[in-house]
Nanobody
Framework: QGHLIESGGGLVQAGGSLRLSCAAS????????MGWFRQGRGKERVFVAT????????DYADSVKGRFTISRDNAKNTVYLQMNSLNPEDTAVYYC????????????????WGQGTQVTVSS
């Protein structure tokens, strides 16, 4: 059974940066596509970014393009989300996702979810 554990969330001022990490265990997640989603209070969980197994293909929601960067270190079984130029609209719980199929990650039906980490951006 695989597990995903997010870390790196917190409180940051608008314009600031945070780096989220998602540590995977229990599976060889280097064989899995990974992604990040977020859920604001009272809102649905939405796609943020995905990365393929090799890390050479990424995809981003329009709302974060140019500000967020997803990356992975397969040797450490970890995926990252570097978030720059944060604004209050980025406030949400951020979830890590993994699946053997990139499509399933992209559409939000992955086999694995993390427990989430809170990101709060103050104005």
């Amino acid at each position: 059974q695989g597990h995903l554990i997010e870390s790196g969330g917190g409180l940051v001022q608008a314009g600031g940066s945070l780096r989220l990490s998602c540590a995977a265990s229990g599976r060889t997640f280097s064989n899995y596509a990974m992604g990040w989603f977020r859920q604001g209070r009272g809102k649905e969980r939405v796609f943020v970014a995905t990365i393929n197994r090799n890390g050479d293909s990424t995809d981003y929601a329009d709302s974060v393009k140019g500000r967020f960067t997803i990356s992975r270190d397969n040797a450490k079984n970890t995926v990252y989300l570097q978030m720059n130029s944060l604004n209050p609209e980025d406030t949400a719980v951020y979830y890590c996702a993994a699946d053997a199929t990139l499509y399933r990650v992209r559409v939000g039906t992955p086999g694995y979810w993390g427990q989430g980490t809170q990101v709060t951006v103050s104005s």
